[in-house]
């Protein structure tokens, strides 16, 4: 079956993972989905991340999931989509949603490759408003 909004996928295996209880998950990559992982890591939310090539298939993303240690809650607590295939947002730099009132990240894909809200606020650039973490 093909998957029409690979990022919702993406989004959505992380989110099923967590409420299985799982420490890793396997996404298939993409361009899109190694820069969304790298910005997760950088911010914290998740604890590692490999991209591994698979001969004749595509290749893999492996992020281990990262939960607190005392009571087991994952540090993701929402992961949502913002701009959908049928629907898509884009923000200038000064309109960038803020998330959680600035304690979450929003991922926005711009003109000098994808980062969070604030990085862009801060380049100036705007695009499009792919999803929100907190």
Do not use: W
Request: hydrophobic share 35%.
């Amino acid at each position: 079956m093909a998957v029409t909004d690979p990022i919702a996928d993406y989004l959505t295996r992380i989110r099923n993972a967590q409420g299985a209880g799982h420490k890793i998950v396997e996404i298939p990559s993409s361009k899109m989905k190694k820069a969304i992982t790298e910005i997760l890591y950088d911010q914290g939310y998740i604890l590692k991340y490999k991209f591994q090539e698979v001969e004749n298939m595509q290749d893999v993303i492996k992020i281990a999931l990262k939960y607190d240690p005392i009571t087991k809650v994952p540090v993701i607590r929402k992961l949502g989509r913002i701009s959908k295939p049928g629907l898509r947002k884009y923000s200038r730099s000064t309109d960038i949603p803020r998330t959680l009132n600035g304690l979450g990240i929003s991922i926005v894909s711009t003109s000098k490759g994808v980062m969070t809200g604030r990085q862009a606020e801060k380049e100036n650039v705007g695009g499009e408003v792919v999803c929100y973490v907190y």
